[in-house]
Structure formats: structure tokens, C-alpha cells
């Protein structure tokens, strides 16, 4: 492992130099940082640092946190991990992994100059390589609600592509044939298993995924209000939707009772929720259940001994099974299905061809 001399003989610069600037001292240039760190990199001198306990343990994004398409997973999420941080002695924060990362810095020496031990990952598709790389050098860390083949990095993850499976196949068994997929828009693995989910049940059931039948949307309170319309203003609505994501679910009762449809005698709802969300609806909801907040404080956990033993420690790479909790919004298949305007009026039976 590289000395700070070796690094300031390479870099051109004085021992004081290198020093000042792994100490982010503010007196030291941009220009003369870069070189330093980008020589500090190379000679991977940030991981002999990594065993100071700083007491301190982030939550990380590839972009800005808790925006509104996420979702409320990410709500959740960031809940557990910070009671699972500071249960264990850790303070908490938050790091935009794109905002202020300097390219002459590795994501080791990026973390420390945040003044992080550690730090659980949250990423999406397009951004998945930020985790390996951050694997790659070493540094302790957790990715919550994805899942890697790179066996380097560490994740804890719902496994809900088979309780889907088994809430659709529910609905089949209840005599539904139409069935819409409100799906979250934006791409992650775990709403591309509950789609996969969905278009293999309906495929082996002999059932035809029709693409008006499927309805990409942000997955917040509006989001499914707007499938409701969508879905019901159709020809030939389908009598019954499987939601992906808690909020999109909750969106959807609500505009079926702004539309004066009733739940589950004129449209079964299926939905998910990663929290306690289905017990505050009425009626509660039929849903693939899983704890988001448990992640976290499962990352959070397994991320403090990491920190404290070591790389001794067990890797994490753990897929939590969802259950499916059948509840109160699905029933069998309406005599007559019903259609609705997307204003809101209801235009009498609809086109059962």
C-alpha cells in the first residue's frame, strides 16, 4: 500500500500537501486536489484508511432521494435504515452519489470525505454499475431493494415475483379474464418481476396481455387515480387490476370511490404493500405484503458489523419472500361489467365482446 510520501513523490507535491488534501483541507486548489486524489486512487491509498471508525453510516442515491416517483418504499426504507444505524451507535445521513463525487476520486475516498464508515445503496436501472464499481474497491456497503449477479455486492431484497404470480392466478380463479397491470414507470427489479409475473400467469391461463391493459404510471396517490381512468373509460374495462406499488393501490380505491365503484362488486383490486399501508383502506385491501422498513433495518444491522468486524463478516446477498394476504377488495367476476367516462359518468353496460 502506498505512503503519503510515495503519493506526493508521484504527484509532484509535498507530504503536507497529500496530507492537507485527504483531510479535505480547503486551502488546497481544485487543480492540486485532483491530481492528488486521482494519484491516491491509483495507488488505492483510501482503503488503508477505511478501519478508522468514524461512527457514521449513509444512505445513498444516485440522484436526489424521496421524490415522488419512487414511490413510498423509499419512504420506508430510509425509516428503517436510520432506526437501524443509530440503534447501533451510528449517526445518519444522506449522499447524492452524482451531486459532488469528483471524477479524480474513487467512491472510497468520496464516502471519507463525507465522513462515512459505510453506506446503504438504494439504485435503478441505468445506474446499477455505481454499485458494482463501489464493490469493487472495497468499501463497506449494502444495496436494499435490488438484486446482483456480481457476487461482490452485497443486497437484501423482496422475492415477490411468485405471490404475484399467485394473486393473479387468484384472480383468475375467481373467474377473471380481463385483468389490468398498473405498473410502476419507473424500472427496477422488483416491478419487472411482478410484470413478468403477471404476463406469465395470464399467458399459461390461455388470456391474452392486452397492451391497453397495461398502464404505466408514477406510482403516488395520482398515479393510480389516473389507471382508474384509463382503465374504466375503456370499451371493455376490465373487471379486475393488480397494482405494483402501495401508493399507486391506495390512488386507485380512491377514484373508484370518487367514481362510485364499488369495491369488490363491480372491480376487484389487488395491490402491493410494503408497510401497513392495506390496514388504513377501506375496505383493506388484497395485497403481495412485504416490510421495506424491515430492509432497511436489516442493512443497517448487517452494515454495523461489517463496519466493526471487518470483511470476516458473512456477505449479504438475502431475498426476503412476500407474502399474499387476501383481504377485502377481491371478489368473484361481475355479472355485468360497468363504464365509466373519464369525468367521471357513468355510461351504462359495457362491450363484453
Same mark, same amino acid.
Given at each position: 500500500?502506498?505512503?503519503?510520501?510515495? *503519493?506526493?513523490?508521484?504527484?509532484?507535491?509535498?507530504?503536507?500537501?497529500? $496530507?492537507?488534501?485527504?483531510?479535505?483541507?480547503?486551502?488546497?486548489?481544485?487543480?492540486?486536489?485532483?491530481?492528488?486524489?486521482?494519484?491516491?486512487?491509483?495507488?488505492?491509498?483510501?482503503?488503508?484508511?477505511?478501519?478508522?471508525?468514524?461512527?457514521? #453510516?449513509?444512505?445513498?442515491?444516485?440522484?436526489?432521494?424521496?421524490?415522488?416517483?419512487?414511490?413510498?418504499?423509499?419512504?420506508?426504507?430510509?425509516?428503517?435504515?436510520?432506526?437501524?444505524?443509530? $440503534?447501533?451507535?451510528?449517526?445518519?445521513?444522506?449522499?447524492?452519489?452524482?451531486?459532488?463525487?469528483?471524477?479524480?476520486?474513487?467512491?472510497?475516498?468520496?464516502?471519507?470525505?463525507?465522513?462515512?464508515?459505510?453506506?446503504?445503496?438504494?439504485?435503478?436501472?441505468?445506474?446499477?454499475?455505481?454499485?458494482?464499481?463501489?464493490?469493487?474497491?472495497?468499501?463497506?456497503?449494502?444495496?436494499?431493494?435490488?438484486?446482483?449477479?456480481?457476487?461482490?455486492?452485497?443486497?437484501?431484497?423482496?422475492? $415477490?415475483?411468485?405471490?404475484?404470480?399467485?394473486?393473479?392466478?387468484?384472480?383468475?380463479?375467481?373467474?377473471?379474464?380481463? *385483468?389490468?397491470?398498473?405498473?410502476?414507470?419507473?424500472?427496477?427489479?422488483?416491478?419487472?418481476?411482478?410484470?413478468?409475473?403477471?404476463?406469465?400467469?395470464?399467458?399459461?391461463?390461455?388470456?391474452?396481455?392486452?397492451?391497453?391493459?397495461?398502464?404505466?404510471?408514477?406510482?403516488?396517490?395520482?398515479?393510480?387515480?389516473?389507471? *382508474?381512468?384509463?382503465?374504466?373509460?375503456?370499451?371493455?374495462?376490465?373487471?379486475?387490476?393488480?397494482?405494483?406499488?402501495?401508493?399507486?393501490?391506495?390512488?386507485?380505491?380512491?377514484?373508484?370511490?370518487?367514481?362510485?365503484?364499488?369495491?369488490?362488486?363491480?372491480?376487484?383490486?389487488?395491490?402491493?404493500?410494503?408497510?401497513?399501508?392495506?390496514?388504513?383502506?377501506?375496505?383493506?385491501?388484497?395485497?403481495?405484503?412485504?416490510?421495506?422498513?424491515?430492509?432497511?433495518?436489516?442493512?443497517?444491522?448487517?452494515?454495523?458489523?461489517? #463496519?466493526?468486524?471487518?470483511?470476516?463478516?458473512?456477505?449479504?446477498?438475502?431475498?426476503?419472500?412476500?407474502?399474499?394476504?387476501?383481504?377485502?377488495?377481491?371478489?368473484?367476476?361481475?355479472?355485468?361489467? *360497468?363504464?365509466?367516462?373519464?369525468?367521471?359518468?357513468?355510461?351504462?353496460?359495457?362491450?363484453?365482446?
Amino acid at each position: 500500500m502506498a505512503s503519503l510520501r510515495d *503519493i506526493a513523490k508521484n504527484a509532484g507535491v509535498s507530504v503536507a500537501t497529500v $496530507s492537507r488534501t485527504l483531510n479535505n483541507s480547503p486551502d488546497v486548489s481544485e487543480k492540486l486536489r485532483d491530481r492528488v486524489l486521482r494519484e491516491a486512487k491509483r495507488a488505492g491509498y483510501a482503503k488503508s484508511e477505511a478501519s478508522k471508525r468514524l461512527g457514521r #453510516i449513509g444512505l445513498g442515491y444516485p440522484g436526489e432521494p424521496i421524490k415522488p416517483e419512487l414511490g413510498g418504499f423509499d419512504a420506508s426504507v430510509m425509516s428503517g435504515v436510520m432506526h437501524g444505524v443509530m $440503534s447501533h451507535g451510528f449517526d445518519f445521513g444522506v449522499v447524492n452519489l452524482l451531486a459532488d463525487k469528483r471524477s479524480s476520486e474513487s467512491y472510497t475516498q468520496f464516502f471519507r470525505r463525507k465522513g462515512l464508515d459505510g453506506v446503504v445503496l438504494r439504485t435503478f436501472t441505468g445506474r446499477r454499475h455505481i454499485c458494482e464499481e463501489i464493490a469493487s474497491e472495497g468499501f463497506p456497503a449494502v444495496v436494499v431493494g435490488d438484486r446482483f449477479e456480481d457476487e461482490r455486492v452485497n443486497y437484501i431484497c423482496f422475492d $415477490s415475483e411468485l405471490e404475484t404470480a399467485a394473486a393473479v392466478d387468484h384472480l383468475v380463479h375467481l373467474g377473471h379474464e380481463r *385483468i389490468g397491470l398498473c405498473v410502476h414507470a419507473v424500472p427496477d427489479t422488483d416491478h419487472e418481476d411482478r410484470r413478468r409475473a403477471f404476463e406469465h400467469v395470464l399467458a399459461s391461463k390461455g388470456l391474452e396481455v392486452e397492451r391497453d391493459l397495461v398502464v404505466e404510471v408514477i406510482a403516488d396517490i395520482n398515479g393510480g387515480a389516473s389507471a *382508474i381512468n384509463r382503465f374504466m373509460s375503456l370499451s371493455t374495462p376490465p373487471t379486475a387490476i393488480v397494482f405494483t406499488d402501495p401508493l399507486s393501490t391506495v390512488g386507485g380505491l380512491r377514484r373508484a370511490l370518487e367514481l362510485n365503484i364499488r369495491v369488490p362488486e363491480e372491480l376487484s383490486i389487488v395491490g402491493f404493500d410494503d408497510g401497513e399501508l392495506r390496514r388504513y383502506t377501506h375496505p383493506i385491501y388484497t395485497a403481495v405484503c412485504g416490510d421495506a422498513a424491515d430492509l432497511g433495518r436489516a442493512a443497517a444491522a448487517w452494515l454495523a458489523r461489517r #463496519i466493526d468486524r471487518g470483511p470476516s463478516v458473512e456477505p449479504m446477498r438475502v431475498r426476503r419472500n412476500a407474502y399474499l394476504e387476501v383481504n377485502s377488495t377481491t371478489a368473484a367476476t361481475p355479472a355485468e361489467r *360497468i363504464r365509466v367516462s373519464p369525468d367521471g359518468r357513468r355510461l351504462g353496460p359495457a362491450d363484453r365482446s
